[in-house]
């Protein structure tokens, strides 16, 4: 089983980016869908965006236009890239392969 470990969130203003990362333990092969999802307190997890085994990107309404999702086969890493950050992406960001969760990194947003 693969273990997968979120890193980068942090304390951003409005407005600013960040750069969430997910590294897996073991090999994620071009054929393993990744996605991300997060949680806010006091709400249920929802899911952010994906990225299919072909290669396609999927995105939740409420980060479209704002994040991207890519993948680093050779570093075996999973990136998610948020731009225009605001109050309410703030949340606990977590990925998954569906088998494996990792144990999440907090972004907050807060001038």
């Known amino acids: 089983q693969v273990q997968l470990m979120e890193s980068g969130g942090g304390l951003v203003q409005p407005g600013g980016s960040l750069r969430l990362s997910c590294a897996a333990s073991?090999?994620?092969?071009?054929?393993?869908?990744i996605n991300w999802h997060r949680q806010a307190p006091g709400k249920r997890r929802e899911w952010v965006a994906g990225?299919?085994?072909?290669?396609?990107?999927y995105y939740a309404d409420s980060v479209k236009g704002r994040g991207t999702i890519s993948r680093d086969n050779a570093k075996n890493t999973v990136y998610l890239q948020m731009n225009s950050l605001k109050p309410e992406d703030t949340a606990v960001y977590y990925c998954?392969?569906?088998?494996?969760w990792g144990q999440g990194t907090q972004v907050i947003v807060s001038s």
């Open positions: 998954t392969d569906s088998d494996s």
């Open positions: 073991g090999s994620i092969t071009s054929g393993v869908g």
């Open positions: 990225i299919g085994s072909d290669g396609n990107t």
